[in-house]
């Protein structure tokens, strides 16, 4: 089975989470799939939400030209399936809330229509990407722009206060024979909970750990809301190894 793998980093990133934004707004401690699809939308040139947005301004949704479709980028890649591995210890990256001013002016009914903004950002994340060859010309033209390291729009981690940079891009090819220790199958990427059981951590490790985090995974169709599963990174070994997992360079991938 044959994939594509870079390493994905930034300073900074905000993933916003769409349910707390009265004192501050909240990120996700990882890049999640719709989030990195938007990312190689941006490398692609298609549009998105806003040009969708755009289109449909001042018509209602029972006319024919009313687009009610998801943004041409989701539409186009969605079917992709992609392994997210955070690189740091334990899967979870630091975190500090930054406070800066919108003063636009419509932006508060403030006086001086200032709004003060305080907004949690991720500090150096870091991962690696992989995306499995789905033999559609999406996944080729997204390789042949990652091996070229060309993009036609500036790609960013949750939005354009945090460019985003892309190292280490190279084909690879899996296994689906699994690497095992004593016997054991660990999973070095994020995968979906599910029903998950776990048997004994791996003893190489300084320390057990279960990292999880409720991610968006899909958008709904009618509204284009997030649809969330839980994420898990640990280095226990889960009792049912999830669907499409594949190894390479000594290590065992899940493709979500």
């Known amino acids: 089975?044959?994939?594509?793998?870079?390493?994905?980093?930034?300073?900074?990133?905000?993933?916003?989470?769409?349910?707390?934004?009265?004192?501050?707004?909240?990120?996700?401690?990882?890049?999640?799939?719709?989030?990195?699809?938007?990312?190689?939308g941006a490398i692609l040139g298609l549009k998105g939400h806003i040009q969708l947005h755009n289109e449909n301004r001042g018509k209602k949704p029972?006319?024919?030209?009313?687009?009610?479709?998801?943004?041409?980028?989701?539409?186009?890649?969605?079917?992709?399936?992609?392994?997210?591995?955070?690189?740091?210890?334990?899967?979870?990256?630091?975190?500090k809330i930054q406070v800066f001013n919108n003063s636009v002016g419509y932006a508060s009914r403030e006086a001086g229509g200032n709004l003060i903004v305080r907004e949690q950002w991720l500090e150096n994340p870091k991962?690696?990407?992989?995306?499995?060859?789905?033999?559609?010309?999406?996944?080729?033209?997204?390789?042949?722009?990652?091996?070229?390291?060309?993009?036609?729009?500036?790609?960013?981690?949750?939005?354009?206060?945090?460019?985003?940079?892309?190292?280490?891009?190279?084909?690879?090819?899996l296994k689906k024979e699994l690497i095992d220790i004593d016997g054991e199958y660990y999973i070095d990427s994020l995968f979906i909970k599910n029903e998950a059981r776990f048997g004994m951590h791996r003893e190489s490790d300084d320390a057990p750990f279960i990292f999880k985090e409720v991610s968006p995974m899909w958008l709904q169709e009618k509204y284009h809301f997030y649809e969330y599963e839980t994420l898990?990174?640990?280095?226990?070994?889960p009792l049912e190894i999830p669907k499409d997992t594949y190894c390479y360079e000594d290590r065992n991938y899940t493709f979500i």
């Open 232 to 237: 898990i990174f640990t280095n226990f070994e």
């Open 127 to 173: 991962w690696q990407i992989m995306i499995l060859d789905d033999g559609s010309d999406r996944y080729h033209d997204l390789k042949k722009y990652l091996l070229k390291e060309k993009s036609v729009f500036i790609p960013y981690l949750g939005k354009n206060d945090h460019p985003a940079k892309i190292d280490y891009v190279k084909p690879v090819e």
């Open 1 to 40: 089975m044959k994939a594509i793998s870079f390493e994905l980093s930034g300073k900074t990133a905000c993933f916003r989470k769409p349910d707390v934004n009265q004192y501050a707004y909240f990120t996700y401690n990882n890049i999640h799939k719709p989030a990195l699809l938007g990312l190689f």
């Open 62 to 95: 029972n006319q024919l030209s009313y687009n009610n479709g998801y943004p041409e980028f989701y539409e186009k890649l969605k079917g992709l399936k992609v392994s997210i591995t955070p690189l740091t210890p334990h899967g979870y990256f630091s975190k």
